[in-house]
């Protein structure tokens, strides 16, 4: 749960905005030359001379995008960091600066927020980013936490440059997040029952992670400059591979043809699918939250990535006229829909 009950609990009343401030951020050093000042102003200044600057910002909210029951504070401060970087190397970009803000209700003492704020710092050293700002405010409603990312680029990648022939190629694999937090929403429902109980979470170990902990592909930007492949045209995928296959091919006019025998699933993926009697393409195309990269690049670059384990080709872009489509293992087509997960849903 939130917090163990016998520990020390200090009221954030007791030290005020400025003092809360001075306190969770106390530990955040500045490492990139592009910033000329940190915290401690009325803004922050940035200096990124002869490149582009790319800013993203996202929005996290208790019982929309994070359930405490399960999600440590420390995860969720990593998480939040990593989602907006995420964004940031989908531009082709490097993440150098972030702010954070938080709203938070009276039922977090000062020792939850250093948890969360413990997850920040150890992103922001990882993924090597300043945290340079930001705001805190009261909450009658849980925790709110956003994030801005600020990055620099010279060769921006846009999801609008898919080029017709070109192919469909994405990282890692997919689906792991979205299993991972089904496992979870069991347990949860598990404990409800009986809360003696403990549960074995050992043979979900991976889909967990990729739940609680997931990783930004940083590596992967820096790996495709280093084989000398540029993407056509890039996006996250945050909400699901149909609803990212769906965005960048309308934002590019073309069509496309994904290969159902093709998607990249892990073992726990598809064992823990079977588990639960759900389809594993289903998973992968509406699952979401795998911040895996997805990208098209011109087939003469097939060569530079066709050994590479970080990569699987899985669809090929057509005219727009041909439409979006899945291909499945038995050669059906059939046109794909965006049914990732929904903000607005009643």
């Not at 440059?161 to 089904?182: E, Y």
């Not at 727009?320 to 059906?332: D, F, K």
């Amino acid at each position: 749960m939130i917090e163990d009950k016998n520990q020390h609990r200090t009221q954030l009343s007791d030290l005020g905005e400025f003092g809360l401030i001075d306190h969770l951020t106390k530990n955040f050093k500045i490492q990139h030359a592009s910033t000329i000042k940190g915290i401690g102003d009325d803004a922050a200044v940035l200096e990124f001379k002869n490149n582009k600057m790319v800013v993203t910002t996202d929005l996290l909210v208790e019982g929309v995008h994070f359930d405490l029951s399960y999600m440590p504070l420390k995860h969720l401060g990593y998480k939040a960091v990593v989602v907006n970087l995420s964004d940031v190397y989908a531009m082709n970009a490097k993440a150098t600066q972030i702010t954070v803000s938080i709203a938070v209700s009276n039922r977090f003492p000062l020792e939850a927020l250093e948890e969360l704020y413990a997850g920040i710092e150890t992103a922001a050293k990882i993924y090597n980013v300043d945290v340079v700002g930001g705001d805190t405010t009261s909450s009658n409603t849980g925790l709110l936490i956003s994030v801005t990312a600020i990055g620099e680029v010279q060769l921006p990648v846009y999801r609008n440059g898919a080029k017709i022939n070109d192919l469909l190629v994405v990282s890692g694999d997919l689906g792991g997040a979205f299993m991972g937090l089904q496992v979870l929403e069991r347990e949860k429902e598990v404990y409800k029952v009986n809360p003696n109980n403990q549960p074995d979470l050992e043979p979900y170990t991976y889909i967990i992670e990729r739940q609680l902990k997931p990783e930004a592909r940083k590596d992967i930007v820096q790996l495709l400059k280093d084989l000398g492949v540029t993407p056509t045209a890039m996006i996250d995928i945050s909400d699901g591979l149909s609803s990212e296959i769906i965005h960048l091919c309308k934002q590019s006019g073309v069509g496309c043809d994904l290969y159902e025998e093709k998607i990249p699933l892990d073992p726990q993926v598809i064992s823990t699918c079977e588990e639960f009697n759900i389809d594993s393409t289903t998973v992968a195309l509406n699952g979401g939250e795998d911040y895996e990269l997805l990208f098209t690049i011109a087939q003469e670059d097939f060569p530079k990535i066709k050994a590479n384990p970080n990569f699987s080709v899985i669809g090929y872009i057509k005219e727009a006229s041909e439409g979006i489509h899945l291909v499945t293992r038995g050669n059906t087509k059939i046109a794909m829909k965006a049914q990732g997960w929904k903000n607005f849903e009643a």
